[in-house]
């Protein structure tokens, strides 16, 4: 009964990066085209804003050297300076790369520019994060600036992307750093794990990640020991055949063994999340599916908005709070600036 309520999801499949995509690993998706040729794979950047993991990592180093004792005040507060002096400039002519390079050469900051190119190499889709706010959707786009620009905190502003890119086109998000399915091409690893009576876990899965790229698009002699290093959390009497079994697997797998995801269906106004066979009643959120204008998500782009309004209400967005006597229940995120990339003590 219930399947009569479901709808097929558009054939799309997005992922998110901001920085330089040269940095990107393509690894991943390139599989998740490969396998999936009846889907529209798109990646969406920020070309505007392609220098901002360099640019945060530069303010570090130079806050390392120049403050070597506060240095995480230090880094807050120029990192306050930045946006202060970035944001309120951009524009169509000015871009995050154009003012941030500025703001650095102010700084008396090295820096030398990197060039950027978009080819992946590959047929896939290549998308701006900047059109997707538009409308009502415009506010947000200043929340997103404030990660982008200010915390450094990327897979904060990605939340924000992938919730408005599912939410206006619909289809499936993908972590860039996610596999399909492929715990059932292990077969002989799989049998040795059933016989010796050991369970799922997250080091298996990782090994077994490691050894199918090694085999289909990275063979190097070190990919025995990152499959070991994988294995760790064993005992060496367990580690040495279970890397054995994987190693053995993998030889033999091919890209036209690994399942594509056919049609996939879910409720009108609710999304649908990853979730492994072997962890039961638990849900991921790097894989994430809905129509368009699904009220879930909705639901979550309205709440993220809520949360920074509070902070911007509650001052906490340049202001280090670190103890508060606030009881609102949102208080728990006025704290927002320590939770950046760059954690200070204690």
């Known amino acids: 009964m219930f399947s009569r309520l479901k709808f097929t999801l558009p054939n799309l499949i997005h992922f998110v990066w901001i920085g330089d995509i040269n940095a990107l690993d393509l690894s991943y998706i390139r599989i998740w085209k490969a396998i999936n040729p009846d889907k529209i794979c798109c990646l969406w950047i920020d070309s505007e804003s392609s220098d901002c993991q360099r640019f945060h990592q530069l303010l570090d180093d130079h806050i390392k050297t120049a403050r070597p004792r506060d240095r995480h005040i230090a880094l807050l507060r120029l990192q306050n300076e930045a946006f202060a002096f970035i944001?309120?400039?951009?524009?169509?002519?000015?871009?995050?790369?154009?003012?941030?390079?500025?703001?650095?050469?102010?700084?008396?900051?090295?820096?030398?520019?990197?060039?950027?190119?978009?080819?992946?190499?590959?047929?896939?889709?290549?998308?701006?994060?900047n059109a997707l706010f538009t409308g009502r959707f415009s506010a947000l786009r200043r929340f997103y600036d404030y990660e982008v620009i200010l915390r450094g905190n990327f897979a904060a502003a990605s939340d924000i992307a992938r919730l408005l890119i599912l939410y206006q086109y619909g289809g499936l998000?993908?972590?860039?750093?996610?596999?399909?399915?492929?715990?059932?091409?292990?077969?002989?690893?799989?049998?040795?794990?059933?016989?010796?009576?050991?369970?799922?876990?997250?080091?298996?899965?990782?090994?077994?990640?490691?050894?199918?790229?090694?085999?289909?698009?990275?063979?190097?002699?070190?990919?025995?020991?990152?499959?070991?290093?994988?294995?760790?959390?064993?005992?060496?009497?367990?580690?040495?055949?279970?890397?054995?079994?994987?190693?053995?697997?993998?030889?033999?797998?091919?890209?036209?063994d690994i399942r594509p995801l056919g049609s996939v269906a879910c409720y009108r106004d609710l999304p649908v999340l990853s979730a492994l066979s072997w962890l039961p009643e638990t849900w991921f959120s790097n894989v994430i599916g809905c129509l368009p204008g699904a009220k879930a998500v909705a639901i979550l782009l309205r709440t993220i908005h809520k949360r920074y309004r509070f902070l911007e209400a509650n001052d906490a967005i340049f202001t280090l709070i670190k103890d508060h006597d606030n009881s609102h229940y949102l208080s728990r995120l006025l704290p927002w600036r320590y939770e950046s990339r760059y954690q200070p003590p204690g």
């Open 87 to 129: 944001h309120p400039q951009m524009n169509g002519e000015k871009t995050f790369n154009t003012l941030a390079a500025q703001f650095l050469e102010h700084k008396g900051i090295p820096n030398q520019p990197q060039h950027v190119c978009h080819d992946t190499g590959f047929n896939l889709q290549i998308a701006e994060i």
């Open 173 to 256: 998000y993908i972590d860039g750093d996610t596999l399909p399915d492929i715990d059932e091409l292990f077969t002989t690893a799989n049998a040795w794990l059933r016989q010796v009576g050991i369970p799922g876990h997250h080091a298996i899965a990782q090994a077994k990640s490691t050894a199918l790229l090694a085999r289909l698009h990275h063979p190097n002699e070190e990919a025995v020991t990152q499959i070991q290093e994988c294995l760790q959390p064993f005992p060496q009497s367990l580690r040495e055949p279970l890397c054995r079994n994987i190693i053995m697997d993998a030889a033999t797998i091919r890209l036209t």
